[in-house]
Nanobody, 117 residues
């Protein structure tokens, strides 16, 4: 089993930056695809970024492409999300995610990111 704990959310002005971190417990984390989803009020949860276990393949949601960067440190069981050029529409709860093979999926509890002046 994997437990995921996010940190790094907060309030930031438009155009600013944040770095989210997620630490995972358990032996599956380093061999799982991990990443981030987000959910704004009244909206469905959407993909932000995913990175495979080796880091060789990365996928971004269209709305964050070119602004956000996902990375991982398997030695520390961590996945990071660097958020740059933030916009008010990036305001959401950001969830850490891990997937082992196709069906073993875990979620973190979420961290709030608010972009506002």
């Amino acid at each position: 089993q994997v437990q995921l704990v996010e940190s790094g959310g907060g309030l930031v002005q438009p155009g600013g930056s944040l770095r989210l971190s997620c630490v995972g417990s358990g032996s599956l984390f380093s061999i799982s695809t991990v990443g981030w989803y987000r959910q704004a009020p009244g909206s469905q949860r959407e993909l932000v970024a995913l990175i495979t276990s080796s880091g060789s393949d990365i996928k971004y949601g269209d709305s964050v492409l070119g602004r956000f960067t996902v990375s991982r440190d398997n030695a520390e069981n961590r996945v990071y999300l660097q958020l740059n050029s933030l916009k008010p529409e990036d305001t959401a709860v950001y969830y850490c995610y891990s997937r082992y093979r196709s069906s073993t999926i875990y979620w973190g509890q979420g961290t709030q990111v608010t972009v506002s002046s």
